[in-house]
Antibody, heavy 120, light 110 residues
Framework: QIQLVESGGGVVQPGRSLRLSCVAS????????MHWVRQAPGKGLEWVAE????????YHADSVRGRFTISRDNSKNTLYLQMNSLRAEDTAVYYC?????????????WGQGALVTVSS | QSVVTQPPSASGTPGQRVTISCSGS????????VNWYQQLPGTAPKLLIY???QRPSGIPDRFSGSKSGTSASLAISGLQSEDEADYYC???????????FGGGTKLTVL
C-alpha cells in the first residue's frame, strides 16, 4: 500500500542541526511533488516546504527560509528536510505528505510524523 | 498577511448534522480549491475532502464539502462518536506561494 515513513526526529540544542528523512513506498515517488508540514504541540498545521517531482523547484515558508532545505533522492524514494540553526519555536511534529495536484494544498497520504524538540 | 479562519470548536450529538466553516480571502479560497483534513487524536492528518467537494475513496458520504466565494464549509451528517477529531481546511495561497491551513476546529460529539 502507499506509505510514507519519517525518521530522524529527536531532541537537539538550539542552534544545532538535524536532518529528517521520509521514505516512500507503494507508488512512483519520482512522479509526485512532496511537502513537509509541521505541527507545534497543541497547535495547528503549518506548511514548511515543497519540492517538485524532479527536484528542480523548491519552495520554503518564510519562517524557515535560509535555515531549512528540502531535497529528495528519487533513486532511494526518499525525501529530506535539512534543518539548521534550530530554534525553540521549531519544536513540532514534522509530517511529509504527497502532493496530489500542483498548487492545490491537496495532500494524500501523510506520514506518521517525526517529533523534533529543540531545547537546551 | 494571509489568514484562513475556522471556529476553534464545534459540537453535536450522535445522529445530528454539524457544519464547520472556513473563511479566507481572494488570494486563497477565493481563487483556489479547498481541501479538508481530519486529524484523530494522536494521529497524522488524513484527507477528507479535496477540490471543494470531492471525497476520496473510503470516505463515507456523511462527509461533504462546499465552497462559495471566499468561504467554504464541511458538513458531517449522522454524527458518530468516531467523528470526534480536529478538522482543518486548506487552500493554496497565491500571496504565500504555498498552501495555507485554517487554524483547525475541534469537533466534540456530546
Amino acid at each position: 500500500q502507499i506509505q510514507l515513513v519519517e525518521s530522524g526526529g529527536g531532541v537537539v540544542q538550539p542552534g544545532r542541526s538535524l536532518r529528517l528523512s521520509c521514505v516512500a513506498s507503494g507508488f512512483t515517488f519520482s512522479s509526485f511533488g512532496m511537502h513537509w508540514v509541521r505541527q507545534a504541540p497543541g497547535k495547528g498545521l503549518e506548511w514548511v516546504a515543497e519540492i517538485w517531482y524532479d527536484g528542480n523547484k523548491k519552495y520554503h515558508a518564510d519562517s524557515v527560509r535560509g535555515r531549512f532545505t528540502i531535497s529528495r533522492d528519487n533513486s532511494k524514494n526518499t525525501l529530506y528536510l535539512q534543518m539548521n540553526s534550530l530554534r525553540a519555536e521549531d519544536t513540532a511534529v514534522y509530517y511529509c505528505a504527497r502532493d496530489r495536484s500542483i498548487r492545490s494544498g491537496w495532500f494524500d497520504p501523510w506520514g506518521q510524523g517525526a517529533l523534533v524538540t529543540v531545547s537546551s | 498577511q494571509s489568514v484562513v479562519t475556522q471556529p476553534p470548536s464545534a459540537s453535536g450529538t450522535p445522529g445530528q448534522r454539524v457544519t464547520i466553516s472556513c473563511s479566507g480571502s481572494s488570494s486563497n479560497i477565493g481563487s483556489n480549491a479547498v481541501n479538508w483534513y481530519q486529524q484523530l487524536p494522536g494521529t497524522a492528518p488524513k484527507l477528507l475532502i479535496y477540490s471543494n467537494n470531492q471525497r476520496p475513496s473510503g470516505i463515507p458520504d456523511r462527509f461533504s464539502g462546499s465552497k462559495s466565494g471566499t468561504s467554504a464549509s464541511l458538513a458531517i451528517s449522522g454524527l458518530q462518536s468516531e467523528d470526534e477529531a480536529d478538522y482543518y481546511c486548506a487552500a493554496w495561497d497565491d500571496s504565500l506561494n504555498g498552501p495555507l491551513f485554517g487554524g483547525g476546529t475541534k469537533l466534540t460529539v456530546l
